[in-house]
Every structure is written in structure tokens, then in C-alpha cells.
């Protein structure tokens, strides 16, 4: 931004400015010296009293018209720090350039609040839209459960390949959804104290088909602690850390437990940190510093062929929100293990 300069500095500006008449006013002098001598004329004398007194005049008016300009480039820079008297401290001088310049403000003002006004406005009804699309289809998704538990018992192999799809259809549409409110999860969000382990269990026992099906053990540590924190996004982070461990781990299982060492948070006064860890095929070193970009997904990703790149990038905005820092520490071939530390909760209620 720019910031006000010293009067030297706006002196050699103004010269700079300015060179354009000043070398018309010496090369003015110049001309009639010339004139002089070409026709042998002896009035250098009338000259010279002519050019000094001139000169004299053009300096007054050049002190005034410094001033003017320090005046002006001043108001200019005032006006960067505040836009909101732009039209007054143009309209200040009262020269026709000012007011064309003021009009022409104006109208770029009122064309960019139209602007994002129709923005707006689009973002909303796009937001309307996929909200009600991922209402309306959450009926035929149960529709086809409930004829799912009709034939269950018909054609039970079948039922469960059935069945993982409609849920995992579910959680595409759940992500749609967060992904749509978490621009403005502000508004919805309800801080405060939580059991830990009641979070966890729940995502876990939405997972437990895909646990039993893909043959992958699931061992809860010591989970008992009490955080701040917004129940319903906690819950859909964990659910997205869940889902990315059972699709990249093929034998093995997935552990969560509580690390109390957090050594590398300490000077943030981490109060708890909450492992996730599986046993799967482990994450690229030079994806790790991208994985929550998106759109990113790696070359984990572009094997999978299904990968978005959106669950990971919505995990970090909402821990971002929710004050819950984040790393992920992996080794292809031996797993991925993911941290997340919760500050202790005295920090949270001063915040």
C-alpha cells in the first residue's frame, strides 16, 4: 500500500512531473537567444531582464503548484487508507479531471456492487439448489435400503456389495452437502464440551460394515476425554479420516487412541491429541505437503481412479474452524498415521 512520502521526495517527484512545461519554458528562451543572433539584433540585455523576471513568475507558480500537488497526492494517499471518502477528497479540488475522475469511480463502484450483487445472489441459488438435490435424493437412497432389508436374506453375498454402495452413495451426498455449508459453518456450529470417545464410536459404528466386509480389525485405545468442540463437524472429519483409511488399507486394521506426548505442540499448550492410524498402503513423501489441497489426490488417488480431492481439503477448513490443528505422518507401504491436537480447554473458552 502506499504510504506518504517526505516533502524532498515529492519535490524531485514533482520535477519529474513537471519536466515537460519546464523544457518548453528553457527551450522558449533558447528560441528567441537564437532569433537574436541569426538577425543581429543587440537586445540580449531586454532578453536577459525579460527571462529573469519570467523565470521569477514561473517560480512562484511553481511553489504554488507544489504545494498544490503535495496537497493532492496526500488526499490521494488518505483516500487509499480510507476508500469510503474517495468521492469526497476527489471533489475536494473542484477541477474538471477530479469530477470526470469522481464519475468515473462512481460508475466502477456501482457496476462492481452489481457485480456481487449477481454473484451473490447465483452462489445462493446454487447453494438452494444443491441443497434441495441432495435432499430429494436422500429418498430414493432410502427407498432402495428398504428394499435392501426385504431381499437381505434372499441373496445375502449380494446384499452386501448392495448395500456398501448405497453407503457410500450417502456419504457423496453428505459431503456435497458440507462441502456447500462449509463456507458459513460459523453460523452453524455449537461449541462446547464433548466425550471424546462418543464421537469416535459413532463414526466408527457407521463404518463397521465396511470393517467386517474388507476383513480389517479396528482397535480402540483409550479414547476418555472431554473436549470443545462442535459435535457434528468433529464427527464428519473423523468419518472422512475413517473412510480414507478403509479405502487405502487392504489387510491390517485401523487404531484410535490418545497420544499424550505431543511434544512438537506443547508450546501451544495441546491439551490432547488423537491418533488415527492404519496399516494401509501409506502416502508418497512428496504428496504428503499437498495432501489437503483441492483437488489434490496424489498418486494414491489417480490409482484409485475416485479420488475427488475434497474430503481431505474439507477435513482442514473444519479443523482450521474448529481451532484443532492437523498433521499426517506416512511411509509407503507402512501406513498413515493422522494427529489431530485439541488445545486444552481453558485456551478455547478465553477465545
Request: proline share 2%; with cysteine; aromatic share 12%.
Amino acid at each position: 500500500m502506499a504510504k506518504q512520502k517526505s516533502i524532498p521526495a515529492l519535490f524531485w517527484r514533482y520535477l519529474h512531473d513537471r519536466r515537460i512545461p519546464l523544457f518548453f519554458y528553457i527551450f522558449t528562451i533558447f528560441i528567441f537567444m537564437a532569433i537574436l543572433t541569426l538577425n543581429h539584433l543587440n537586445y540580449f540585455s531586454e532578453l536577459f531582464y525579460a527571462a529573469v523576471i519570467s523565470g521569477f513568475l514561473y517560480l512562484l507558480y511553481g511553489v504554488w503548484d507544489f504545494f498544490r500537488y503535495v496537497k493532492r497526492c496526500r488526499q490521494l494517499v488518505s483516500v487509499l487508507e480510507n476508500p469510503e471518502e474517495i468521492y469526497g477528497r476527489l471533489s475536494e479540488t473542484g477541477d474538471l479531471c477530479s469530477e470526470l475522475y469522481t464519475e468515473i469511480i462512481q460508475e466502477m463502484d456501482e457496476r462492481r456492487r452489481s457485480l456481487i450483487s449477481r454473484q451473490t445472489e447465483q452462489e445462493r441459488e446454487r447453494k438452494d439448489y444443491y441443497g434441495m438435490w441432495v435432499h430429494q435424493i436422500k429418498t430414493p437412497i432410502q427407498a432402495a435400503r428398504l428394499l435392501l432389508e426385504r431381499e437381505e436374506m434372499k441373496n445375502l453375498e449380494a446384499t452386501k456389495g448392495l448395500e456398501e454402495e448405497i453407503f457410500k452413495t450417502e456419504q457423496y451426498v453428505e459431503m456435497v452437502l458440507q462441502y456447500l455449508r462449509c463456507q458459513s459453518m460459523s453460523d452453524d456450529m455449537v461449541l462446547k464440551e464433548y466425550d471424546m470417545a462418543a464421537i469416535v464410536k459413532k463414526a466408527v459404528k457407521k463404518y463397521a460394515l465396511f470393517f467386517i466386509h474388507n476383513g480389517l480389525s479396528m482397535n480402540l485405545g483409550d479414547i476418555e476425554a472431554t473436549v470443545i468442540t462442535d459435535e457434528k463437524w468433529l464427527g464428519f472429519v473423523i468419518e472422512q479420516l475413517l473412510s480414507n483409511a478403509v479405502k487405502y488399507t487392504k489387510q491390517g486394521g485401523i487404531s484410535i487412541y490418545l497420544d499424550n506426548s505431543c511434544r512438537e505442540y506443547q508450546e501451544q499448550e495441546i491439551d490432547i491429541c488423537l491418533v488415527i492410524e492404519d496399516s494401509g498402503i501409506g502416502i508418497r513423501e512428496e504428496d504428503l505437503p499437498r495432501i489437503f489441497e483441492k483437488g489434490f489426490t496424489g498418486f494414491n488417488g489417480r490409482m484409485d481412479k475416485k479420488s475427488t480431492g475434497i474430503g481431505l481439503y474439507l477435513c482442514r477448513e473444519i479443523l482450521n474452524k474448529l481451532a484443532v490443528p492437523v498433521r499426517v505422518a506416512s511411509k509407503t507401504g507402512e501406513g498413515t498415521k493422522v494427529y489431530l491436537y485439541f488445545p486444552k480447554c481453558s485456551n478455547l473458552t478465553k477465545m
